[in-house]
């Protein structure tokens, strides 16, 4: 029986599509192994969202050629799409696959005497690419793709190029997935894509209409939203989504910058006052929403008095997760070419500033569940404080745990919390504990 290993980069999306391509090796008879171990045949499914993710993306395909020299190394997606010329000058890849072509892995094994590249034309309209999975190696939860491509060309960004315009599954499709991914056992879903807020506006529906529809689906117990384009988040979405309770208040707005001025260089399409509105909507509408978001620090021209103005935002909003980010400078865009770079030094400096700002937000938000009932779906063990417990997520995605002999994963449980652990785990009071 043949080998293959498989190692993703990257966001949800390229995890999705990883798991697509494992399953496809599958049906042909390949036995998956750790990308540590030898193999026949190494896919790494790359990344090229920062200079960081380019960089990771060549060391793999050059730990797969040390693995094993005489194995078939197939580099696929993002930094394949965008750095083409590149991984063809290296010469460590066998074989190329571009975004849209991932469902075409084993048709290329097949041929790569012959056929050593598929790439493909992103610049114009592109049909939704068929891959879909059946099931996902998390035993609760699966991620499920519904979207591809991106519109927006922010000025800092390259995935437009490198996964091309928006495309999105049909309804039909989506629904097919989920009930089978249902039926393996995954009670919660989450809905991805590259710009899911822009779901449906090539087929005519939008994403609102996809999340009923998916609520439908008896199985399913949680719908879990991948992020979202803020101003997607109107009153009426809101309200809306308050009216489907398998929807999880968890909602990761994308801010970047809390300074109107970055905003607009960036090319983003809202002002911090709109951002802020988007989140006052989702506390009107749920009782304890977690809002996380994503900043960059060091956007060129960035000053002091810009970056204090967004760290005077966070500290407004009150999120209960910031991802930070340093701005990485990306060759073919516009922000590349501008002038008023930021030094490396001042980019670390500020990132360092806004982690210590955001250090307690976690902790804090977990803090108000003290004394309430919360819901977990139990996902696996684990030992805290010394003792066996089963870990899983509320719908907030916080962590909780059970000290119950009798707790099993995938069991969806409600209970009061009688206090916070380390790490903002939440400690559930198993004495009040009873199954959904």
Not at 311 to 330: C, K, Q
């Amino acid at each position: 029986m043949k080998r293959a290993a498989i190692h993703n980069l990257g966001c949800k999306v390229n995890a999705y599509e990883a798991e697509a391509m494992q399953q496809l090796l599958e049906q042909e008879g390949y036995q998956i192994v750790p990308f540590s171990e030898t193999a026949d045949v190494y896919v790494i499914n790359t990344c090229s969202v920062t200079h960081t993710a380019d960089q990771k993306s060549r060391q793999m395909i050059h730990r797969a050629r040390k693995l094993n020299p005489h194995a078939v190394v197939v580099a696929a997606g993002c930094y394949v799409q965008t750095a083409q010329e590149k991984v063809r000058e290296d010469g460590t890849a066998d074989l190329l696959i571009g975004n849209n072509r991932k469902h075409e892995l084993i048709a290329m094994l097949k041929a790569y005497e012959t056929r050593r590249e598929s790439l493909t034309d992103l610049s114009g309209p592109s049909p939704y690419e068929s891959l879909s999975i059946r099931r996902s190696a998390e035993h609760t939860r699966a991620f499920l793709k519904v979207q591809d491509g991106c519109n927006q060309f922010c000025s800092y960004c390259i995935i437009p190029y490198a996964r091309g315009r928006v495309r999105s599954r049909s309804v039909e499709e989506v629904m097919e997935e989920a009930k089978e991914l249902s039926c393996h056992g995954h009670q919660e879903l989450v809905l991805t894509g590259i710009h899911l807020s822009s779901y449906g506006q090539d087929l005519g529906t939008d994403l609102l209409t996809l999340i009923r529809r998916l609520h439908e689906i008896p199985a399913v117990r949680r719908i879990r939203l991948g992020s979202l384009e803020p101003k997607i988040v109107t009153e009426a979405f809101a309200r809306a989504l308050a009216g489907l309770p398998k929807v999880c208040p968890h909602f990761h707005l994308s801010l970047q910058s809390g300074c109107d001025a970055v905003l607009r260089r960036m090319n983003r399409k809202y002002t911090s006052a709109e951002y802020r509105e988007c989140c006052a909507y989702l506390r009107r509408y749920f009782e304890h929403p977690a809002l996380t978001t994503d900043v960059i620090v060091g956007f060129p021209q960035e000053t002091e008095e810009e970056f204090e103005q967004t760290r005077s935002f966070l500290r407004e909003i009150g999120f209960f997760e910031v991802h930070v980010f340093p701005y990485s400078r990306r060759q073919g865009t516009k922000a590349a070419e501008l002038a008023g770079q930021v030094q490396k030094e001042v980019k670390t400096r500020r990132s360092r500033i806004l982690l210590e700002d955001t250090q307690g937000l976690g902790e804090a938000f977990a803090l108000w569940y003290q004394g309430r009932r919360v819901e977990v779906l139990l996902e696996e063990e684990a030992v805290l404080e010394g003792t066996r417990c089963m870990v899983g997520h509320t719908p907030e995605y916080v962590r909780a745990a059970v000290f119950d002999p009798d707790a099993k994963a995938n069991q969806l449980v409600q209970s009061k919390v009688a206090g916070v652990l380390a790490d903002h785990v939440l400690k559930l009071s198993t004495s009040q504990r009873r199954p959904l």
